[in-house]
T-cell receptor, first 117, second 109 residues
């Protein structure tokens, strides 16, 4: 158990809908990262937050947004869902960023499996 | 961005055998991690190793940063080692974290 929690574990929804994925980092970790794992694109970095502020942005679509709250939990919002958004979404956390923001060990949650029908 | 190449893409071993997985990367990095994704999808951190050598039980890893590669050694493999092994890197000049496509390991009893 990494100490990172994600809810829900599974989510089935329809095209055009909006969903929210939730992540709670390990106790003491200030950085949260979101990743998407799909069969055709592999594991891709989406976005990083540190202590409530956006720190780095990866291949995140404009239909997707995220935020980190004062209690350090984070939410990833996916809207206008398409079939191609079906994937496993991981959250990871680390104690702190430094330099480029990725010089710390990242611990991954169990993931949320999103199925868009 | 940084290109991360892992080899071999697939590996089948008999229980008890040893193996070496390789990760090549295209630019200087200040973060390199090895992960194991088990058959249930969980990503487990194995090593944080931007340079040098580390060992943890039957697993060890070496990163030669100047030559831009890292190796993961698995000794006396067990069926529970099956899954996909990912290498991921973060670079000085790139504000992202890049994953390789993984090595899929199948250890047979």
């Amino acid at each position: 158990d990494s100490g990172v929690t994600q809810t829900p574990k599974h989510l089935i929804t329809a095209t055009g809908q909006r969903v929210t994925l939730r992540c709670s980092p390990r106790s003491g970790d200030l950085s949260v990262y979101w990743y998407q794992q799909s069969l055709d694109q592999g594991l891709q970095f989406l976005i990083q937050y540190y202590n409530g502020e956006e720190r780095a942005k990866g291949n995140i679509l404009e239909r997707f947004s995220a935020q980190q709250f004062p209690d350090l939990h984070s939410e990833l919002n996916l809207s206008s869902l398409e079939l191609g958004d079906s994937a496993l979404y991981f959250c990871a956390s680390s104690e702190r960023p430094s330099g480029s923001g990725f010089t710390d060990t990242q611990y991954f949650g169990p993931g949320t499996r999103l199925t868009v029908l | 961005g940084i290109q991360v190449e892992q080899s071999p893409p697939d590996l089948i071993l008999q229980e008890g055998a040893n193996s070496t997985l390789r990760c090549n990367f295209s630019d200087s990095v200040n973060n390199l991690q090895w992960f194991h994704q088990n058959p249930w999808g969980q990503l487990i951190n194995l090593f944080y190793i931007p340079s040098g050598t580390k060992q943890n039980g039957r697993l060890s890893a070496t990163t030669v940063a100047t030559e831009r590669y890292s190796l993961l050694y698995i000794s006396s493999s067990q069926t529970t080692d099956s899954g996909v092994y990912f290498c991921a890197v973060g670079g000085y000049n790139f504000n992202k974290f890049y994953f390789g496509s993984g090595t899929k390991l199948n250890v047979k009893p």
